[in-house]
């Protein structure tokens, strides 16, 4: 039998790129795209689309029935610096989506669910460096509570009610197709964009700040890696920890100026500090790679060499 897939926020970041892949792999009829708007082209017209709430149970399980969905990936989320503008919005939609979906795999209307954490889960009580998958988390930002409670859900799904659930903690994601929206991590993506248009960029975080980064196609493959792995590999159901690399703004600027020399980088720290200053620095995933043979690929220069090509062409410079 043929999977079914559904993507919840397809028109986002990972949801638009996550689409294409998933067509490619699966074939375009068994592929459903959905947001809660139009506002990626790109995605609207390469299938099958349907618009959802994902905070709506009826809605989603209306696409469920209608395409005998099995498989849905839950990318639609608040992330973590519009969460803390609107903490009781970014509360709503992270939990009631995930609920609606588990209790659709609980019913048994879908038998695989995968869902998203983030690096967000820590705190500053966690150690900052190679961050264990077992460790203190105490997270200070709305999004990264409803991160972490998501975990214990999805766990307690597996565990009570045998839910199919698969999760990883994304670190801040690296890509050129779709803009990012609402996080901290996004100057990591703003950058390249600023480079490529004007040469320089004025950055939300201070020069030292070191968070745990990851390239598009490196965070594609490990969720599809960890979505086609075999049942019984998957030994954790709340998240695993998923590192790539780990850089701070300095770094990066040197790594673009290789290419662009006369690039040039400004700090101007706002609230966002205060959110990446809490998360880690360096993540151990020792366990995605013993349990499901997760390796990145991209390193920061492999990055920003694809960063500036693919933009140059996009902004035709
Ligand atoms: N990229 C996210 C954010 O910055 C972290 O998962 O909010």
Redesign the pocket.
């Known amino acids: 039998m043929s999977t079914r897939i559904l993507i919840i926020g397809a028109c986002g970041q990972i949801g638009s790129e996550l689409t294409f892949k998933l067509r490619e792999i699966y074939g375009d009829d068994n592929v459903v795209a959905s947001d809660i708007s139009y506002n990626n082209l790109e995605v609207v017209n390469s299938g099958i689309f349907e618009i959802i709430d994902a905070m709506d149970y009826a809605s989603v399980k209306v696409c469920v029935e209608k395409y005998n969905i099995d498989t849905v990936y839950l990318m639609a989320a608040m ?3 519009t969460g803390e503008k609107y903490p009781m919005k970014a509360w709503d939609l992270n939990t009631s989506s995930l609920f609606h979906v588990l209790n659709l795999a609980k019913s048994k209307f879908i038998k695989k669910v995968f869902w998203p954490s ?3 889960v820590f705190g500053p009580s966690t150690p900052k460096k190679e961050t264990p998958q077992y460790t203190t988390m105490e997270p200070t930002t709305v ?1 990264g509570i409803t991160k972490q409670v998501g975990e214990r859900w999805c766990e307690y799904y597996n565990q009570k009610y045998g839910v199919d659930v698969r999760g990883i903690r ?1 670190p ?2 690296i890509s050129w197709k779709t803009l ?1 929206g609402g ?4 100057y990591a993506v703003e950058i390249y964009h600023e480079a490529v248009k004007n040469k320089a960029y004025e950055c939300f975080l201070s020069e030292d700040t070191a968070l745990p980064m990851l390239f598009m196609d490196d965070a594609i493959k490990a969720t599809v890696d960890i979505m086609t792995a075999d049942n019984d590999d998957i030994k954790i159901r709340s998240s695993y920890n998923l590192a790539g690399i780990t850089f701070t703004p300095k770094e990066i600027a040197a790594s673009i100026q290789k290419y662009i020399p006369d690039f040039k980088i400004t700090y101007k720290p706002d609230f966002r500090q205060e959110i990446a200053d809490s998360w880690p620095q360096s993540i151990d995933d020792t366990t995605a790679r013993k349990d499901w043979n997760w390796k990145h690929d991209f390193d920061l220069d492999a990055i920003t060499k694809e960063m500036l090509m693919q933009l140059g062409e996009k902004y035709n410079i």
């Open positions: 992330l973590s610096a983030s690096i967000a999004y994304y801040g994601i990012p996080g901290t991590t996004d």
